[in-house]
């Protein structure tokens, strides 16, 4: 089955030649490439002033921030046993509320680590509100 032909007037028939440098082709590139369009596409949307989403990643290898990691899976995991122990029928003990009161500050801690560690990230406050 053959393709269905556009309306005449949808037919992209001109060119357009656009000469730019190694660093303005470079940002071209990671921008198409972050819309996930092809270049053609992404300029057009420009040009006619539609929407272009862009995805950024940000990527922080840290070694404080492995570690504050690892610190919050152990404490994910002693939140799961005592979890599980009272799920399964245990009784609370002085111990038990002990232990749960000791992974909340660890929490409180590490949140306050995190916060400190990721104050250099933070992004502008509107983008973080519902519109």
Known sequence: ??????PQEMHRN????LRLTDTEFAFLNESVN???LSRSEFLRRLILGK????KYQVVA???EIKK??????????NLNQIAKFFN?????????ED?????????QQLRKKVIRLAGDFDGHHQTYQKP
């Open 99 to 107: 232990d749960i009161r000791q992974c909340i500050s660890e929490l």
């Open 51 to 54: 929407r272009v989403v862009t």
């Open 14 to 17: 001109h060119i357009i030649c």
């Open 1 to 6: 089955m053959a393709p269905k032909e556009k």
């Open 34 to 36: 972050r819309a996930n």
């Open 68 to 77: 504050l990691a690892g610190e919050f899976g152990k404490i994910g995991s």
């Open 61 to 63: 290898d840290s070694d």
């Open 88 to 96: 399964s029928g245990g009784e609370r003990s002085m111990a038990m």
